[in-house]
């Protein structure tokens, strides 16, 4: 049985940081690709950043580029998300997601960050930014 958790969530002051993990029980993740996505209220759910673990590729988006770092400690099965110069705006639920994709780079990358692509998820934690 596949499970993902998330943990690390909380309440910060804008521009302070916060890791989140995603720990992975039932597989290991050398042959999946694990992503983290954000939905707040009212939105969709975002795509952030992914990692490859055959290839140890990382990949984000606009919004978090330069300030959220992926990376894995494949001792712990987990998937690290480090957020910095964290501004209101990044409030959300985040969650983690994962799907087999087999060993070597990824041949297509486009669907990286389509929640839809992904064939398990995690529970979420609760990030939220304010003074």
């Known amino acids: 049985q596949v499970q993902l958790v998330e943990s690390g969530g909380g309440l910060v002051q804008p521009g302070e940081s916060l890791r989140l993990s995603c720990t992975a029980t039932g597989y290991t993740m050398d042959t999946y690709t694990i992503a983290w996505f954000r939905q707040a209220p009212g939105k969709e759910r975002e795509g952030l950043s992914a990692?490859?673990?055959?290839?140890?590729?990382?990949y984000y988006s606009d919004s978090v580029t330069g300030r959220f770092t992926i990376s894995r400690d494949n001792a712990k099965n987990t998937v690290h998300l480090q957020m910095n110069s964290l501004k209101p705006e990044d409030t959300a639920v985040y969650y983690c997601?994962?799907?087999?994709?087999?060993?070597?780079?990824?041949?297509?990358?486009?669907?990286?960050?389509?929640?839809?692509?992904?064939?398990?998820w995690g529970q979420g934690t609760q990030v939220t930014v304010s003074s």
């Open positions: 990692i490859n673990e055959s290839s140890g590729k990382t």
């Open positions: 997601a994962a799907k087999e994709t087999g060993w070597g780079r990824l041949k297509d990358v486009r669907p990286i960050f389509d929640s839809n692509w992904y064939e398990y």
